[in-house]
């Protein structure tokens, strides 16, 4: 049974409770990594005396960049054999930051993703296909392995190849899939060169997207095309990889795993805490972790917490939909946007295809947007997308005050990434 029921509606007071605990063990082991133990005898920071959770905000935060300077391993807790894993970061600028894992760590990580799998009604007996990167890259075998605790029939597909997808899920019934949100986008044009219509063609059930950000009309726009249930899967790998925050069948926020994670809101900017409703960026403690324990971890990821309880039951908060990163914002013109914005913007127009690309350059001084994006039907002459051209660029106006270049394209003519989608390509002169 991954249906922890204890755990999952336990009473908030005795959940914070829980999290005391296992953040007073969490510090004094964390105390044993050469990095905390030098920051906490600096800071003049005794774990021994911890009695609320409120205290680990005299502890500096920890960021990407520590990590990143005290590679390989200046956060590691335990014994070198006693190491089972390490995963890195998918980060393509800098140095990798690693993380390890004990044989425990590797066993609860499973359970919550087991755990994040079952609240979404996945069952032994589900055909899972698991497209996602085996290898450093975490959504391959956190997955996979919690997969295999729910008793699924794993089918370890991996990226790419994607007639040989569509082949495996006729073939072998896949009922539920793991998948990044642009690729399920793409594969729909593979379905289509097929001449096969994912809705009968395929029985998908569920699919977890995550990995990536992308909009509520992007998930919307998925589930229905395929007529498959949605759910949004949010992780990241210093906080293990997936398995951190998930959808409950509600659909209307994730609920963060609390037993294994403590959660801080701050304004990215001061660093204070935000309230409840607030977009801020998350910072996470891991409250289980053996190997590597994280204290105040800066995710860089924004979103904000819902104050009211889910009607699911569950007592763990839960977190909105990723805003985008606060290293994601795009100050264009002056005027600072994310992406996601612009993906809203665009998946709210019926034509629309299933790639999109926003293109930043400097003319003459000035910084100038250009919006590639794929039509859904190719067409002959794409003059006759011009009235659509015209839309989208006044729809973009009204959302982020910035009258972008449209350019419409063919399906398929946008370049394709067997990783996360690039949404994002800017190449102004930097002062
Ligand atoms: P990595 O550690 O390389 O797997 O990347 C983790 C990052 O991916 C997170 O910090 C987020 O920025 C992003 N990410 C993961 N899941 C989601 C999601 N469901 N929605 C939006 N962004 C996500
Ligand atoms: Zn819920």
């Known amino acids: 049974m991954f249906w922890e029921k204890e755990i999952e509606t336990m009473d908030v007071n005795e959940l914070r409770k829980l999290q005391l605990e296992r953040l007073k063990s969490a510090l004094l082991r964390a105390n044993l990594a050469p990095y905390y133990s030098q920051l906490f005898s600096e800071v003049g920071f005794d774990p021994a005396k911890v009695s609320s959770l409120e205290n680990i905000q005299s502890i500096p935060f920890t960021a990407k960049n520590d990590l990143r300077e005290h590679y390989p391993y200046g956060f590691v807790a335990v014994p070198r054999d006693e190491i089972v894993r390490m995963h890195s970061s998918s980060g393509t600028t800098g140095r990798a930051t690693v993380v390890f894992h004990t044989q ?9 993703v087991a755990r994040s799998i079952y609240t979404t009604g996945g069952r032994k007996g589900d055909v899972f296909q698991n497209t996602m990167g085996y290898g450093l890259f975490t959504g391959g075998l956190g997955l996979h392995y919690g997969a295999e605790r729910v008793g699924m029939m794993v089918i370890p597909s991996g990226p790419g190849n994607s007639v040989r997808q569509i082949n495996l899920m006729r073939d072998f019934g896949t009922t539920a ?13 593979v379905f289509e060169e097929l001449s096969l219509d994912p809705k009968k063609d395929v029985n998908l059930k569920i699919a977890f997207l995550g990995a990536e950000p992308h909009s509520e009309e992007m998930r919307q726009k998925i589930a229905d095309s395929y007529d498959m ?39 990215p900017e001061t660093a204070e805490p935000v309230p409840d409703g607030e977009v801020g960026e998350l910072v996470f403690t891991t409250l289980t972790r053996e190997a590597m324990p994280l204290i105040r971890y800066r995710t860089r990821d924004l979103a904000s917490v819902y104050p009211d309880p889910c009607p699911c039951g569950r007592t763990h908060l839960r977190i909105s939909r990723i805003k985008g990163r606060s290293d994601d914002m795009l100050i264009v013109k002056g005027v600072n946007m994310f992406p996601i914005q612009i993906e809203t913007v665009l998946m709210g127009f019926p034509d629309i295809g299933r790639n999109y690309q926003i293109i930043l350059e400097t003319k003459e001084h000035m910084d100038e947007m250009t919006i590639n994006v794929e039509v859904l039907r190719s067409a002959d002459d794409m003059r006759v997308y011009e009235g659509l051209k015209k839309q989208i660029g006044a729809a ?17 003519s946008i370049e394709k990434t067997e990783g996360k989608a690039i949404r994002v390509v800017d190449k102004r002169e930097k002062e």
């Open 104 to 112: 425990g760590d590797v066993d609860r990580w499973t359970n919550f």
């Open 177 to 189: 899939v793991h998948i990044l949100p642009s690729y399920a986008m793409r594969l729909l044009d």
């Open 229 to 267: 249930e949605a759910y949004n899967s949010y992780g990241l790998t210093e906080m293990n990889g997936p398995g951190v925050a998930f959808e409950c069948p509600e659909k209307d926020g994730m609920h963060v795993w609390e037993d294994g994670f403590l959660m801080e809101v701050i304004d």
């Open 396 to 412: 973009v106006r009204s959302e982020i005050l910035i009258t972008p270049k449209v350019n419409l394209l063919q399906p398929g």
